[in-house]
Antibody, heavy 124, light 107 residues
Framework: QVQLVQSGAEVKKPGASVKVSCKAS????????LHWVRQAPGQGLEWVGI????????TYAQKFQGRVTMTRDTSTNTVYMELSSLRPDDTAIYYC?????????????????WGQGTLVTVSS | DIQMTQSPSSLSTSVGDRVTITCRAS??????LAWYQQKPGTAPKLLVY???RLESGVPSRFSGSGSGTVYTLTISSLQPEDFATYYC?????????FGQGTKLEIK
């Protein structure tokens, strides 16, 4: 079935980096953008950025520029999000999310399939 | 960045009630507006896109409307499974942004 399966929870110290993986299955990986969205405990949703699985091009929210790197591996249909210089306020569930529209169709930015989420805890 | 402001932030309601949630964008977003439902411990679920189009499988008691900078989500008759938090989201331009959420609670 169509699904996104993310890596497990992480606990990191301030200043460290974390790399979260997301494996896609059940659809053509290179046909749809993938996004990362995070949610701090008890808080709302925040878009982190987007990656084109075909060419690997990325766009990040300005807030995360310089700290986030999104990559993909087309041989395993997996995308990765690495966040560096972690701070306690980076503590959140990080979701990998598939775009509803194919790359060729346009009108991107709708999130129709979510991974199960990865809790990243930043604490000394 | 486009700011999305939802109101109310919470609502105490009863089964059978008609509920309307409003979302205001800080600039025009040309109907590039989606609504999501999130229940505790689960990922959000897409309900409405393009301001008024219902996602496949979403009950018809949900409807969206609006234009320009003001959009609404209406639930015509609340069901027990509708008690959740609702978020609006603009996908008009980067960075995609969400409202702060509206939590529907049982009265």
């Amino acid at each position: 079935q169509v699904q996104l399966v993310q890596s497990g929870a992480e606990v990191k110290k301030p200043g460290a980096s974390v790399k979260v993986s997301c494996k896609a299955s059940g659809y053509t990986f290179t046909n749809y953008y993938l996004h990362w969205v995070r949610q701090a405990p008890g808080q709302g949703l925040e878009w982190v950025g987007i990656i084109n699985p075909t060419g690997g091009t990325t766009t990040y929210a300005q807030k995360f520029q310089g700290r986030v790197t999104m990559t993909r591996d087309t041989s395993t249909n997996t995308v990765y999000m690495e966040l560096s210089s972690l701070r306690p306020d980076d503590t959140a569930i990080y979701y990998c999310v598939k775009d509803r529209s194919s790359i060729s169709a346009g009108q991107w930015g709708l999130f129709d399939l979510w991974g199960q989420g990865t809790l990243v805890t930043v604490s000394s | 960045d486009i700011q999305m402001t939802q109101s109310p932030s919470s609502l105490s309601t009863s089964v059978g009630d008609r509920v309307t949630i409003t979302c205001r964008a800080s600039q025009g977003i040309a109907n590039a507006l989606a609504w999501y439902q999130q229940k505790p411990g689960t990922a959000p679920k897409l309900l409405v896109y393009a301001a008024s189009r219902l996602e496949s499988g979403v009950p018809s008691r949900f409807s969206g409307s609006g234009s320009g900078t003001v959009y609404t989500l209406t639930i015509s008759s609340l069901q027990p499974e509708d008690f959740a938090t609702y978020y609006c989201q603009q996908y008009y331009s980067y960075p995609y942004t969400f409202g702060q959420g509206t939590k529907l609670e049982i009265k």
